[in-house]
């Protein structure tokens, strides 16, 4: 019953900002924490930010003015905004129900940041 369902995702150049979307849906979005990670190809996944459901928030330190997260209790959904984007963001970004302890994953959306 529980679905995460993210987008936003595409091809983008360096630099360049983007806006990612996770819809969620089959649980009671508002008492939930939630978290974006990202496993880029050949590498392991690595949890980026994550946002309590008192909007408290925590980002990895080497994240910290690039990454953003927010969310929309009223839409059910949360964000991650991305500036600056480098090549080595380029990864399946995954929404996931949750702060240090995932619950649910979504399917993921992909970043490819090229020139």
């Known amino acids: 019953q529980v679905q995460l369902v993210e987008s936003g995702g595409c091809l983008v150049q360096p630099g360049g900002s983007l806006r990612l979307s996770c819809a969620a849906s089959?649980?009671?979005?508002?008492?939930?924490?939630m978290t974006w990670a990202r496993q880029a190809p050949g590498k392991g996944l690595e949890c980026v930010s994550s946002?309590?459901?008192?909007?408290?928030?925590h980002y990895a330190d080497s994240m910290k003015g690039r990454f953003t997260i927010s969310r929309d209790n009223a839409k059910n959904t949360v964000y991650r905004q991305i500036d600056s984007l480098k090549p080595e963001d380029t990864a399946l970004y995954y929404c996931a129900m949750g702060g240090q302890f995932i619950q649910y994953w979504g399917q993921g959306t992909q970043v490819t940041v090229s020139s």
């Open positions: 089959g649980f009671t979005f508002s008492d939930s924490a």
């Open positions: 946002i309590r459901k008192d909007d408290s928030t």
